[in-house]
T-cell receptor
Framework: DSGVTQTPKHLITATGQRVTLRCSPRSGDLSVYWYQQSLDQGLQFLIQYYNGEERAKGNILERFSAQQFPDLHSELNLSSLELGDSALYFC??????????????FGPGTRLTVL | GDSVTQMEGPVTLSEEAFLTINCTYTATGYPSLFWYVQYPGEGLQLLLKATKADDKGSNKGFEATYRKETTSFHLEKGSVQVSDSAVYFCALRRRGDKVIFGPGTSLSVIP
């Protein structure tokens, strides 16, 4: 158990809908990272938040957004869902802002299925 | 840009066989290198890491050595077990940057 929790574990929804994925980092970790794992794209970095502020952005679509709250949990919002958004979404956390070589700890993931 | 290449899977081995999963990378500077493992139905777990050239990472019988001259970080284990069946991801991270993953190599170990 990495100490990173993600809810829900599974999510099934329809095209055009909006969903919110939630992540709670390990106690004491200030950074949260979101990744998408799909069959055709592999594991891709989406976005990082550090202590409430956006720190780095990867291949995140404009239909997707995220935020980190004062209690350091994070939410990833996916809107206008398409079939191709079906994937496993991972959250990871680390102690610092990523500038050092600190380790990222991954949550179990949320499996999103868009029908 | 930075990238990681892994050997194509799936790899199927008999229990107690020797395992090698090849990984090569392209990156500027001196990235840290990682192997992550994903067991069926679970998230990613850090298996081992190396932060500079010639470092050897090791954990649970797995080893990998950071070879800057060949830009490689091959994963090895002397005797695999059924419980090692999983997907293995090689990854790199430059200081202050995101983690870049390879495509993953699926390993099945049969009794």
């Amino acid at each position: 158990d990495s100490g990173v929790t993600q809810t829900p574990k599974h999510l099934i929804t329809a095209t055009g809908q909006r969903v919110t994925l939630r992540c709670s980092p390990r106690s004491g970790d200030l950074s949260v990272y979101w990744y998408q794992q799909s069959l055709d794209q592999g594991l891709q970095f989406l976005i990082q938040y550090y202590n409430g502020e956006e720190r780095a952005k990867g291949n995140i679509l404009e239909r997707f957004s995220a935020q980190q709250f004062p209690d350091l949990h994070s939410e990833l919002n996916l809107s206008s869902l398409e079939l191709g958004d079906s994937a496993l979404y991972f959250c990871a956390s680390s102690v610092a802002d990523g500038a050092g070589k600190d380790e990222q700890f991954f949550g179990p993931g949320t499996r999103l299925t868009v029908l | 840009g930075d990238s990681v290449t892994q050997m194509e899977g799936p790899v199927t081995l008999s229990e107690e066989a020797f395992l090698t999963i090849n990984c090569t990378y392209t990156a500027t500077g001196y990235p840290s290198l990682f192997w992550y493992v994903q067991y069926p139905g679970e998230g990613l777990q850090l298996l081992l890491k190396a932060t500079k050239a010639d470092d050897k990472g090791s954990n649970k019988g797995f080893e990998a050595t950071y070879r800057k001259e060949t830009t490689s970080f091959h994963l090895e284990k002397g005797s695999v077990q059924v419980s090692d069946s999983a997907v293995y991801f090689c990854a790199l991270r430059r200081r202050g940057d995101k983690v870049i993953f390879g495509p993953g190599t699926s390993l099945s170990v049969i009794p």
